[in-house]
């Protein structure tokens, strides 16, 4: 079955730790994204990615990183520049059918 | 002002009843307008998904696009205690970028 895969579901962050968290895809989509969602705020664009070895900030780019060496990987990583990192992090993927977004079932990021 | 307006709810129908979610967005250059659901601690879901003024219906949901009044909106009917969920709004701007609302919760009592 097509889908996005996150990795891990759950992670806990020490203080001034940098973490990766993981977005694969098979649906052959070109369009990656990466949100946050806190309680009560929607999602937030983090990062975004039209093509291969090519992105762009979103609203809240600040102590995030990512990359795009393949079309089926958009990994981020939350450096310890984050300092509320705590959150429910979603990848995202848009189809050229709908243009709608097909998400991973996301990572929840807690600081210990 | 929030570019994709929802009332946080909670929003509660009984089973059966039709439930009513509304949206309001507010840039006019957005292109197409997309409902999700996310059920507690998941994922959001798309379910339906409207570009052009009107009505569009896809069993027991319906979507319905004013962009003069830059509203959208979306009515389940014959709720079942399965809908509850958080309903999020979701408006494409020209350039493929994606805004959500903060989402209503629904609650359909059985």
């Known amino acids: 079955d097509g889908g996005i895969t996150q990795s891990p579901k759950y992670l806990f962050r020490k203080e001034g730790q940098n973490v990766t968290l993981s977005c694969e895809q098979n649906?052959?989509?070109?369009?990656m994204y990466w949100y946050r969602q806190d309680p009560g705020q929607g999602l937030r664009l983090i990062y975004y990615?039209?093509?291969?070895?090519?992105?762009q900030k979103g609203d809240i780019a600040e102590g995030y990183s990512v990359s795009r060496e393949k079309k089926e990987s958009f990994p981020l990583t939350v450096t310890s520049a984050q300092k509320n990192p705590t959150a429910f992090y979603l990848c995202?993927?848009?189809?050229?059918?709908?243009?709608?977004?097909?998400f991973g079932s996301g990572t929840r990021l807690t600081v210990v | 002002q929030k570019e994709v307006e929802q009332n946080s709810g909670p929003l509660s129908v009984p089973e059966g009843a039709i439930a009513s979610l509304n949206c309001t967005y507010s840039?006019?250059?957005?292109?197409?307008f997309f409902w999700y659901r996310q059920y507690s601690g998941k994922s959001p879901e798309l379910i339906m998904f409207?570009?052009?003024?009107g009505d569009k219906e896809d069993g027991r949901f319906t979507a319905q696009l004013n962009k003069a009044s830059q509203y959208v909106s979306l009515l389940i009917r014959d709720s079942q205690p399965s809908d509850s969920a958080t309903y999020l709004c979701?408006?494409?701007?020209?350039?493929?970028?994606?805004?959500f609302g903060a989402g209503t919760r629904l609650t359909v009592k059985p």
């Open positions: 990615s039209q093509i291969v070895n090519d992105f």
């Open positions: 840039d006019r250059g957005s292109q197409s």
């Open positions: 995202a993927s848009r189809n050229s059918f709908n243009y709608g977004y097909t």
């Open positions: 979701a408006v494409n701007r020209d350039n493929n970028d994606m805004r």
């Open positions: 409207i570009y052009s003024n």
């Open positions: 649906l052959n989509h070109d369009a």
